[in-house]
Every structure is written in structure tokens, then in C-alpha cells.
């Protein structure tokens, strides 16, 4: 069985629990500095007061006075959702982490150790803890597991029969299947607002309609899609914090703490030898939020020049005074150094250079970032079904 576990607002839920004298009273997560006035994700006493997520500011406070806010805190975020991962993996899960709130795993390997498929659901939610309100969801399909597990209730666990999956999707609203709101809304006037609504239209009027995106969703509507799960590689743990006696806002001063941890990050035996694909950036800012940014490099390296510069023109990003900085080194390149030939055959320099480009590319944006055409139906007349894509091996 796929499982999906959920933690509905997690962004919101970070800063909640180190203030507890919070709950119960109407919270929202205020604008990210520089961007537009919208309001984050919400707590539900908000939502009662008539605050919705995407709100203006303004609005907001004149809709409710008595409404907190509460600073955006990325790298807690990440920190946290990486805590939660893994527990999980701790826990004998191979999880597949979608965005923070929201992961898939397999219960097939746990669930002989657990005693069942109920108990292997149970110590995945006893694994993250009661203090996230985690609920998971258990189907055949994925997108049927990620459905379970966001009606389900907080610490609970939903399992959906694979010949009832149909009944169970068709009363939940278009806003689980992965469309854009001009999709939604296009599907709204149309009289379309439920997954049985949708699951019952012919597909190809669909494609017609929607393109590819439209008959994707489809067929997550008539219960159907992926089933597998891809686990990830629990990345390399290798951090360096340098915190400051008084809030930092000077670019220089920033950049000489960047090539001291920098220095500290090279020297750690933990990195074998091995030069960093992809690296994080993080800050602690004054007013209690923080900032974080990622960096995939289009090319490994490990010289300390190349990194800075690399990484130095980030600080212009920063919305604030800087109280810590932290730096993170994520996937590492398996090898220590590279084998040259001698005579090189005709081109393997340009072959090598697409296959670092397709590893850096997929370890910004995921593994389904770059596909191939592949023909498959070209008598077809619907021009989406002649062909599909499929993710490109080295």
C-alpha cells in the first residue's frame, strides 16, 4: 500500500509550537518581506473570524483586529520538516517528501514488523509525534492516499479499499488534483466542482479542453495514476552555524563570515574528499523569522574561491539584519576526482557535459525535471495522446 502523511499548515505550525500561548487564538503567517501584502497559511480560530490564506494584510486586520501574526521562518521550516524525515526513515520508512507537510511512503516493508497495515500507519504517526497533528492516508494509487489522508483526522490514519477508491474520490472538491486556479476556475463555470463531476466526462473532451494537464487530472479523478514510490537519499548532514554578538547587516562583514564557514565546511572529514552539487544558505534575522536560499552548482567544486563567489551575491536577498548564519552542504558527488582519457572518442565531451548538466538540473528541480518524447500513439487524433513524456536518463 502507498501512504501519505500530511501536516496541514506545517509552515504555520513551526513558529506555533515555541509559542504556545498562541493556541487557540487567531494566527496567520504575515507577507514574506519585499512581496505582496498576502497573508500565509492560517490557524482555524482565523479561519472562524473570516481570515482566509492569501488575504491582504489590510483586510485582514480589518476583518479581525485581534488577529497575530507570525514571522515566516524558512530554515526552521526545513529544519523541522527535515527532523520529521527522518524519524521516519528511523522508523524503517523510505520516504518520498513532496514539500514540507507532505510525504510518501511504502508500508509493505513494515508492515510484517509492525503486525499489520494498521499498526505499520499507527507507528508512522507515533514516529512524527503528537504534537504536529499528522494524519495519514492508505490507498493503492497515490493521489487516492494523499485524498485519504487530507479528510482524515488529526493522529489518525484513513485506509481506502482499492474497488472503493472511486466512490470515496467522488465527492471531494477539484482543489486536490494538481490544476491551476485558471484550470479550477474554468472547470467552476463550467459546473464542474467535484471529482466525480470530473471523473465522469469523457476523456478526450477533456484533453480537448484542458490539454495534458487536464487529462492528468482526469485520470487521478477516476481513482487511477502512479503507484510507485521513489525513496530519497538521506543527504549528507554536514552544517556549519557561526552565530553574532549584535545583528549583522554589512555585506562585508557577511562575507568574511561566509569564507570562514566555508573553511570549517571543507575541513570536515565527514565530506571524504567529495566536492558539494548543491548547497543551502540560511539565516536567523532580527525580528524572529529567518531567510533561506538554495544553490545547485553547474559545476561540483570544492575550492573555497569558487563557492564564495558563488554564494556571496545571496546576501543581497537578505530582508533583515542577520543574527546567524548557516550554512549546508546537500548531495555530494559519489566520486572523489575525475578519470581524463587520453583520446577521447567524438562527442563524449558534449555527452558528458548534457549528463552533469541533467544531475544538476534534476538536483535543483527533482528527478521529473527533465523528459523525452516518446511517440506512442501517432494514428491518434487528439494530439496529446501521440506521444508522452518520460524522465531522461543520463
Request: glycine share 8%; charged share 25%.
Amino acid at each position: 500500500m502507498v501512504a501519505c502523511l500530511t501536516i496541514p499548515a506545517f509552515a504555520l505550525r513551526v513558529p506555533l509550537l515555541r509559542r504556545p500561548e498562541l493556541n487557540g487564538r487567531p494566527v496567520a503567517l504575515a507577507p514574506v518581506p519585499g512581496e505582496q501584502a498576502l497573508l500565509g497559511s492560517c490557524t482555524s480560530a482565523a479561519e472562524r473570524a473570516g481570515i482566509r490564506p492569501g488575504m491582504r494584510l489590510s483586510e485582514a486586520l480589518a476583518t479581525c483586529p485581534s488577529l497575530e501574526l507570525l514571522e515566516q521562518d524558512p530554515a526552521g521550516v526545513e529544519e523541522a520538516w527535515e527532523s520529521v524525515l527522518r524519524r521516519l526513515e528511523e522508523a524503517g520508512y523510505a520516504v518520498e517528501p513532496v514539500e514540507p507537510g507532505c510525504v510518501y511512503f511504502e508500508t509493505r516493508g513494515v508492515e510484517r514488523l509492525a503486525g499489520g497495515l494498521q499498526q505499520a500507519l499507527r507507528r508512522a504517526l507515533d514516529a512524527v509525534g503528537e504534537e504536529w497533528g499528522a494524519r495519514v492516508g492508505a490507498a493503492s494509487r497515490r493521489f487516492a492516499a494523499l485524498a485519504a489522508a487530507t479528510v482524515a483526522p488529526a493522529g489518525r490514519a484513513l485506509v481506502i479499499d482499492d474497488g472503493e477508491a472511486h466512490l470515496f474520490l467522488e465527492p471531494l472538491p477539484l482543489d486536490l488534483l494538481p490544476l491551476s486556479p485558471e484550470r479550477r476556475e474554468e472547470l467552476s463555470e463550467l459546473g464542474v466542482k467535484r471529482l466525480g463531476e470530473l471523473a465522469r466526462l469523457p476523456g478526450a473532451a477533456v484533453a480537448d479542453r484542458l490539454g495534458a494537464d487536464g487529462a492528468e487530472a482526469w485520470q487521478l479523478a477516476r481513482g487511477e495514476g502512479d503507484a510507485s514510490v521513489e525513496p530519497r537519499r538521506p543527504p549528507a548532514e554536514i552544517a556549519e552555524t557561526l552565530s553574532f554578538p549584535e545583528p549583522v547587516a554589512n555585506e562585508l562583514t557577511l562575507a568574511r563570515a561566509l569564507a570562514a564557514l566555508i573553511e570549517r565546511l571543507l575541513a570536515r572529514p565527514e565530506r571524504a574528499g567529495r566536492a558539494p552539487r548543491q548547497l543551502a544558505l540560511s539565516a536567523k534575522l532580527v525580528g524572529g523569522g529567518s531567510w533561506r536560499c538554495s544553490l545547485t552548482l553547474r559545476e561540483p567544486t570544492a575550492e573555497p574561491d569558487r563557492l564564495r563567489l558563488a554564494l556571496a551575491s545571496k546576501f543581497t536577498e537578505l530582508p533583515a539584519p542577520t543574527a546567524e548564519l548557516r550554512l549546508e552542504l546537500g548531495e555530494l558527488t559519489e566520486s572523489v576526482g575525475t578519470q581524463a582519457e587520453l583520446i577521447r572518442p567524438r562527442g563524449s565531451r558534449l555527452r558528458e557535459r548534457l549528463r552533469v548538466g541533467l544531475r544538476q538540473v534534476r538536483a535543483a528541480v527533482g528527478l521529473d525535471a527533465v523528459c523525452t518524447v516518446v511517440e506512442v500513439a501517432p494514428w491518434s487524433r487528439i494530439p496529446e495522446s501521440r506521444a508522452i513524456l518520460v524522465p531522461r536518463d543520463d
